[in-house]
């Protein structure tokens, strides 16, 4: 039976897609984005994070754990993540539930049981599920049979993807896919490898086959100040979706601030966030963005 690894589900959203959504986040993306605000979603592999605002200090933790990842001081339980092999144990043991584990398998089955529990909102609002991540493409078989039988329910449904994926992977999955929000990270090669890790080719050559398919898109830029908030790069970027892409079902583009959000997450993972010091961009900056992409004859907006 094909499972999924999953790190969340929201089950109540007004965003990410028509009406009320059921927002589903795959586990594991197969690039870096220094600004990733969902870092419990970049590995592959199960992850226990640690909230120490729950934490009563009982040290249970560091009395089971198997690997002495976790001791006691003056101020609770200190975690050397280098020995934590993410067991879970802790997370069994601990009773005010300051640890968690990320990455949780679902069968098919399963996790459609789990979007019928509120698919009253769906259908008394257009809404559907949306899967984002980490990356959606990443567990391709999965998600591809999972939105076949959203699909066969009449669920709405809607994809988040970075599109850094075999051209198979998105092609299977986009079959059953009303909607997909589809990234522009920056058009440079080099400014998106610095970025993100890796080449944005295939990114660019799955977007204009993406095009041609009968699927509605929008196409988001997460706008991050010093790496791609510069003209010259959206208007690159402009011109690359009105000249090479089939924009008859390109719904708009949108531009997303870049914010700190997710930069508290990392602590509890015990990873380092790599732009502490990067300000969100003004807001005049933002609509003069705005105003390029607009001159291209493509809608636009701020935010998503």
Same mark, same amino acid.
């Given at each position: !039976?094909?499972?999924?690894?999953?790190?969340?589900?929201?089950? =109540?959203?007004?965003?990410?897609?028509?009406?009320?959504?059921? /927002?589903?986040?795959?586990?594991?993306?197969?690039?870096?984005?220094?600004?990733?605000?969902?870092?419990? @979603?970049?590995?592959?592999?199960?992850?226990?994070?640690?909230?120490?605002? $729950?934490? +009563?200090?009982?040290?249970?933790?560091?009395?089971?754990?198997?690997?002495?990842?976790?001791?006691?001081?003056?101020? %609770?339980?200190?975690?050397?993540?280098?020995?934590?092999?993410?067991?879970?144990?802790?997370?069994? *043991?601990?009773?005010? %539930?300051?640890?968690?584990?990320?990455?949780?398998?679902?069968?098919?089955?399963? /996790?459609?049981?789990?979007?019928?529990?509120?698919?009253?909102?769906?259908?008394?609002?257009? @809404? %559907?599920?949306?899967? @984002?991540?980490?990356?959606?493409?990443?567990?391709?078989?999965?998600?591809? *049979?999972?939105? $076949?039988?959203?699909?066969?329910?009449?669920?709405?449904?809607? +994809?988040?993807?970075?599109?850094?994926?075999?051209?198979?992977?998105?092609?299977?999955?986009?079959?059953?896919?009303?909607?997909?929000?589809?990234?522009?990270?920056? !058009?440079?090669?080099? !400014?998106?490898? $610095?970025?993100? %890790?890796?080449?944005?080719?295939?990114?660019?050559?799955?977007? +204009?086959?993406?095009?041609?398919?009968?699927?509605?898109?929008?196409?988001?830029?997460?706008?991050?100040?010093?790496?791609?908030?510069?003209?010259?790069?959206?208007?690159?970027? &402009?011109?690359?979706?009105? #000249?090479? /892409?089939?924009?008859?079902?390109?719904?708009?583009?949108?531009?997303?601030?870049?914010?700190?959000? @997710?930069?508290?997450?990392? *602590?509890?993972?015990?990873?380092? =966030?790599?732009?502490?010091?990067?300000?969100?961009?003004? #807001?005049?900056? !933002?609509? &003069?963005?705005?105003?390029?992409?607009?001159? =291209?004859?493509?809608?636009?907006?701020?935010?998503?």
């Amino acid at each position: !039976m094909t499972q999924g690894v999953i790190f969340d589900i929201d089950r =109540y959203s007004i965003h990410d897609g028509q009406g009320i959504r059921c /927002l589903i986040f795959m586990k594991g993306c197969p690039i870096h984005c220094d600004w990733c605000s969902n870092p419990e @979603g970049q590995s592959f592999s199960k992850e226990v994070a640690y909230f120490p605002a $729950k934490c +009563i200090q009982c040290g249970t933790c560091a009395e089971i754990c198997p690997q002495g990842a976790i001791r006691m001081d003056e101020e %609770g339980p200190v975690t050397d993540w280098e020995r934590c092999d993410n067991c879970g144990q802790c997370v069994e *043991e601990c009773y005010s %539930g300051a640890r968690r584990l990320f990455g949780t398998s679902y069968s098919v089955d399963d /996790l459609l049981e789990e979007v019928k529990k509120v698919d009253v909102f769906f259908k008394n609002s257009s @809404g %559907g599920v949306t899967i @984002g991540g980490g990356e959606v493409t990443a567990q391709p078989v999965f998600v591809r *049979e999972f939105l $076949k039988r959203c699909k066969e329910e009449g669920v709405g449904t809607a +994809i988040e993807t970075c599109g850094y994926c075999p051209w198979k992977s998105l092609k299977g999955i986009s079959e059953f896919t009303d909607l997909a929000f589809y990234d522009l990270k920056h !058009m440079d090669l080099e !400014m998106h490898k $610095k970025g993100t %890790g890796f080449s944005n080719r295939k990114i660019h050559e799955n977007l +204009i086959r993406l095009s041609q398919e009968s699927i509605d898109l929008i196409i988001r830029i997460p706008v991050v100040p010093g790496f791609n908030d510069g003209p010259e790069n959206i208007r690159a970027t &402009a011109a690359f979706v009105a #000249e090479k /892409l089939n924009t008859s079902r390109l719904k708009r583009m949108e531009l997303l601030p870049y914010h700190r959000y @997710g930069a508290f997450k990392y *602590e509890r993972l015990g990873k380092r =966030y790599r732009l502490p010091d990067i300000e969100p961009p003004k #807001e005049e900056d !933002m609509k &003069a963005l705005k105003e390029i992409i607009e001159s =291209y004859g493509l809608a636009c907006q701020i935010g998503g």
